[in-house]
């Protein structure tokens, strides 16, 4: 036991070792330092981070050398936002870039400081009163970022196509989200136009999420997943339920089809990842924050996972199928080869050798006549 214990002593050693000579080399080579605080990892998010890294590196700063980057995940947990916040803060980086509005929101108030900050994925910057004040235009202090507006007419459009007899739609959400409230009014507007009927359950926690679908069966037609941190970082639990009732589920952005909804019209992550790498980089080159733009990201990109769909029993068009930007799912077309050119010509080069030594050993016998 006392060999274990010092082995694991030692592992831990080595390991705050590596993480000091990280952050040593970056300062020794003046590598810049950004902050990202996260809700929950799931795939959108994922997505977002990873666009925007791409985005930093195709504009000169390669990881651990031109940037580094530290990350605090509340893991889905409102406990947790305000402390990954107040942490983040606390090691005064380049610059910090929170993800979503509850996030945001919260930095709003911890950021005394007034550090950079550059936010991605937050839904209704003015409406959350994360700009203070400022518009889109000139946001004005210490802050701007990149603002998703998901087309919400479209992705229940889409809903009313793949189910042209659906009547009542269940809604889950967490109302204590500014995005959440946003997306509500848009439905409800929505609705005045269409004969559609809401039936909406609330929770406050991701441990609600199982009862919270479980009061939608028998009630609605389908449940349809507007983007929600809550609910996003913790969709199988409704998945989970619907799967076993047979109501189908739709979403409102592509994570939540990647993990098991049927179908959305949504935003490109990647790309609003990439926005964001852009004002970085100005903040960095020595802009002010205040004095840069909003950056609106729209899309209309289609995201389906035929798997579901199957499951749920919900025909995909073939025409909707060909348009989509990504097909999930078992039966989803394969991707097409990565193979680089020269690998292309070597293959035939090899065929083309086979061939002649084949052709050779079959007219030995003859040569031999």
């Given at each position: ?14 390991l ?10 970056g ?22 981070i ?7 590196e ?5 990881e ?5 980057y530290?990350l ?37 108030y ?6 950079p900050t ?5 839904t209704d910057?003015?409406?959350?009163s ?20 998901f ?18 739609v269940?809604?889950?959400y ?32 991701p ?8 009061s ?15 609910v ?29 909804a ?15 790498a ?18 609106i ?6 995201y ?52 002649i030594?084949?052709?050779?050993v ?8």
């Amino acid at each position: 036991m006392k060999g274990r214990g010092m082995g694991a002593a030692i592992r831990r050693a080595v390991l705050l070792s590596s993480v000091l000579c990280v952050a040593a080399h970056g300062a020794e080579t003046g590598a810049r330092r950004i902050a990202i605080m996260v809700p929950v990892t799931q795939p959108v998010v994922e997505e977002t981070i990873a666009g925007f890294k791409r985005g930093m590196e195709s504009l000169g700063y390669r990881e651990g050398i031109g940037v580094t980057y530290s990350l605090y995940d509340a893991a889905g947990d409102p406990n947790r936002f305000t402390p990954i916040v107040q942490a983040a803060v606390e090691t005064t980086p380049d610059v910090l870039v929170p993800v979503s509005t509850p996030i945001t929101q919260r930095l709003i108030y911890e950021n005394v400081a007034g550090l950079p900050t550059v936010f991605i994925a937050v839904t209704d910057p003015v409406g959350a009163s994360i700009l203070q004040g400022g518009t889109l235009e000139k946001p004005g202090g210490w802050i701007t970022g990149v603002a998703d507006v998901f087309p919400y007419d479209a992705q229940l459009d889409l809903v009313r196509r793949l189910m042209p007899r659906v009547a009542k739609v269940g809604l889950v959400y967490n109302p204590s989200e500014e995005n959440s409230q946003f997306a509500i009014k848009q439905l409800a507007e929505y609705a005045k136009h269409r004969p559609i009927e809401y039936v909406n359950v609330t929770v406050a926690t991701p441990g609600e999420l199982t009862a919270a679908a479980n009061s939608l069966v028998g009630k609605v037609d389908c449940i349809y997943l507007f983007p929600d941190n809550t609910v996003a970082g913790n969709v199988g639990a409704v998945l989970t339920v619907a799967r076993s009732a047979g109501v189908p589920v739709f979403a409102g952005d592509s994570g939540m089809v990647k993990q098991g909804a049927v179908a959305t019209v949504s935003i490109g992550y990647e790309g609003v990842g990439k926005l964001a790498a852009e004002l970085v980089d100005k903040v960095l080159r020595g802009a002010k924050p205040g004095e840069l733009s909003v950056r609106i990201a729209r899309g209309d990109e289609y995201y389906l996972n035929v798997e579901a769909a199957r499951e749920f029993g919900v025909d995909l068009p073939k025409d909707l199928v060909q348009r989509a930007t990504q097909v999930y799912g078992a039966a989803a077309p394969a991707e097409p080869s990565r193979r680089l050119p020269w690998q292309a010509g070597a293959a035939l080069v090899a065929v083309a050798a086979i061939l002649i030594l084949l052709w050779w050993v079959l007219r030995r016998p003859s040569t031999r006549e």
